[in-house]
Structure formats: C-alpha cells, structure tokens
C-alpha cells in the first residue's frame, strides 16, 4: 500500500541507478510509494557499486537532499549533486537575517558558497 497523491492506492516506486554515458541501469530498488526516496539511497549506491567500477558524481533530485546522503555518495568516493530543497535553502538563507554569521551574509557580502555540489561566488 502507498500513498499516490491524495489518495491510497497500490503503488511503488523504482529508484534506478543509470550510467550516464549508455542511459543504462546499473541498479535498481523497488520501494513503496509512501516511503520516503532519501531511505533508499544505500542500498542503491551498494548495488550500483557491485556492477561498476567506481563513480565519480552522483547527481539526484531535490527529494533526496540530506546530509545523509552526501556523506553516503562521498564515502563511496563520488561527488554528490543534490540540490538543496526550497525550504532548507530558505531557512538557510534567512539565518543570515537573524545577525548569525550564516550563508546569507556570505552571498550578500560578496563572498563563495558551496551547497554540497552546487557553488555560487557573489
């Protein structure tokens, strides 16, 4: 049983693996609908890294941002390309506003970001 839209339904959800040069899986998990992607992330990384020797970036999509999971995509020796969600860049942005030292004061200074993956210089 998962959760698809508003209602509750069958319903599952594949996160693959694919190599970027053939558009070919290398690994796949098959989960729940209702499960949460950023749960799946190991596994899928340890059956990718059965078939393939090494990989150097891990791109995925803003669902499964966490610090979790780039600590899991750099300990497998990839970098991680992960978008940070809207709302955690939100929040992170306006703890600049608060008089903290944070990211906001560092993009407004004129000053280098790095979100995991994504760098901005002001």
């Keep these: ?8 339904d069958l319903g599952y959800k594949a996160h693959l693996a694919v190599d970027a040069d053939s558009d070919m899986p290398v690994a796949a998990v098959v989960a729940s609908a209702n499960e949460n992607e950023k ?13 393939v020797d090494g990989f150097e970036v891990v791109v995925a999509d803003s669902q499964y941002s966490s610090k979790r999971v780039r600590t899991n ?12 969600s809207l709302i ?4 992170s942005l306006c703890s600049g506003l608060t008089g903290s030292s944070g990211p906001a004061d560092r993009l407004w200074s004129g000053g ?3 979100w995991g ?3 901005w210089r002001g």
């Design 39 to 51: 749960k799946h992330v190991e596994e899928l990384l340890e059956k990718a890294s059965l078939m």
């Design 112 to 114: 280098s970001m790095d």
């Design 88 to 91: 955690r860049l939100v929040v």
């Design 117 to 119: 993956g994504l760098r």
């Design 1 to 8: 049983m998962g959760r698809d839209g508003k209602t509750y």
């Design 73 to 84: 995509i750099m300990e497998h020796g990839a970098e991680p390309v992960v978008p940070y």
